[in-house]
């Protein structure tokens, strides 16, 4: 039962690689998201998913892409890195609706060089 | 649109004392409320969450909160921490019957001291 599970958990980029980050969940959920965390912000949201096929852009949207082929995968692409891109940066599941809970994988540090 | 202030960026507070992280939050709808933790190089888990009905909700961990409609509030209480309560905690809000997702506030890091 591995619940969200994000890769790599550390990457450094040089201005202007593109790279994929992966997030994974084994629970059916249909509500997938991606937050940055930055000190002093909380977490903010980049993109979200209702469900296969479906996505949606959160308060961050900018420099980067998702899609979502399948219920259980969700990545998360930068398709030119900026250092403004340095975070940590988390995947969540809902199973469905507002109300019910968010779980999040453990994080991937991204540093921007 | 939501916002979330957490009116405190640190608590440290001592062993066996009481705590309680603020939160307040703007919404020109109706939202849930939710109380996350985050302990150091981990991703962030459920506390406790305020739906509808009473207005006191219990958590895990001793934790519980209060929501509060009229001061548009949703404090987190503890009677007495323990070290391994230290960690950052995050309220966060979203709409209610949305499919739009969570609204973080920017996080208190509380720190036990023995």
């Known amino acids: 039962n591995a619940g969200v599970t994000q890769t790599p958990k550390f990457q450094v980029l040089k201005t202007g690689q593109s790279m994929t980050l992966q997030c994974a969940q084994d629970m059916n959920h249909e509500y997938m998201s991606w937050y940055r965390q930055d000190p002093g912000m909380g977490l903010r949201l980049i993109h979200y998913?209702?469900?296969?096929?479906?996505?949606d852009q959160g308060e961050v949207p900018n420099g980067y892409n998702v899609s979502r082929s399948t219920t259980e995968d969700f990545p998360l692409r930068l398709l030119s890195a900026a250092p403004s891109q340095t975070s940590v940066y988390f995947c969540?599941?809902?199973?469905?609706?507002?109300?019910?809970?968010?779980?999040f994988g453990q994080g991937t540090r991204l540093t921007v060089v | 649109a939501q916002s979330v202030t957490q009116l405190d960026s640190q608590v440290p507070v001592f062993e066996e004392a009481p705590v309680e992280l603020r939160c307040n939050y703007s919404?020109?709808?109706?939202?849930?409320l939710f109380w996350y933790v985050q302990y150091p190089n981990q991703g962030l888990q459920l506390l406790l969450k305020?739906?509808?009905?009473?207005?006191l909700v219990k958590g895990i961990n001793g934790f519980e909160a209060e929501f509060n409609k009229s001061q548009t509030s949703f404090h987190l209480r503890k009677p007495s921490v323990h070290i391994s309560d230290t960690a950052e905690y995050f309220c966060a809000v979203i709409p209610s019957g949305s499919a739009r997702q969570l609204t973080f506030g920017s996080g208190t890091q509380l720190t036990v001291l023995p």
């Open positions: 919404s020109s709808v109706s939202v849930y």
């Open positions: 305020y739906l509808s009905g009473s207005t």
């Open positions: 969540a599941s809902t199973r469905d609706g507002a109300n019910t809970e968010a779980f």
């Open positions: 998913s209702v469900g296969a096929g479906i996505t």
